[in-house]
């Protein structure tokens, strides 16, 4: 029996029709330029919670042992702050921050035991401005290397609590081709074990009454420093050495840098503290 199925099928389109024009008949269209009253669920909205999760999302690169700044994080603070503290060694940083083109305008903080290596990207120029404040600070314990970068710092005088470079009872300090440009104390060794800079320049501002180079300042007994090839000039005193006065002077068991830096426009290339012993 053969069974016609176009009317059955006419009947259903009919039936829906029906039933939606039921469903929608209490819906008044709104008018133009009314806004509609609805209320969106919960997840929907988006809170503050949520938009410091999208901000995290966008930096999820920003981590691992070589890290990109800004490519991978925002700042150089931010790639410093993924690194974790490692035993008492100075032969391999743990994270190595690699910086593109620009000026970073940065107070950089190296965290105690941590072991940092901030470099420059192949061909790229990358300059961290301090300010009036130290551009780099390393913490109790910490190590940095620094290479092929430009340090900065634009303090009042010479007299400025707050060298470009600070190392405070750090475990290793390394420069290697590097730019330090000063208006107080360039580099300042604070009981730091070792300290290494070679082939860099480091600049002051005769104009500011000149400034330090290097500073040395109550390194122990044991602990060494190599200041090789390297140019300093406009500065008031190229390398200063201070002891502590009281007690016995806790003299560096190894210095080298007579021989092989270049001064000009230096008041004096080598100097020390009164209160030294030499």
Known sequence: ???????????LAMLAGALLIAGCGDASEPSMGQPQDMTLPDSDWETDADSDADADSDTSACSGTTIRVPG???T??????QATPDSYSTMQANTTIILTNGVYYENVVIPPLVSIAIICENGAVAIIDGGADSAITMDHGSALRLQEITIVSKQTDRYSRFPTILANMS???????????????AIAALSTDDLTILRSTISGNMSSDGGTGVALIDQTKGSYAFIL???FENLYQGILTCSNPVGPAPLLSLIRYEDSNQYEDVT???????????
């Open 1 to 11: 029996m053969k069974i016609e199925l176009r009317p059955f099928i006419i009947c």
């Open 72 to 74: 991978d994080c925002r």
């Open 76 to 81: 150089i603070q931010e790639a410093v702050d």
């Open 171 to 185: 475990r290793s300090l390394i420069l290697e081709s590097v730019q330090v440009f000063t208006s107080a104390k």
């Open 229 to 231: 090839e390297n140019k």
């Open 268 to 278: 004096y290339p080598l100097d020390a503290c009164p209160w030294t012993e030499q």
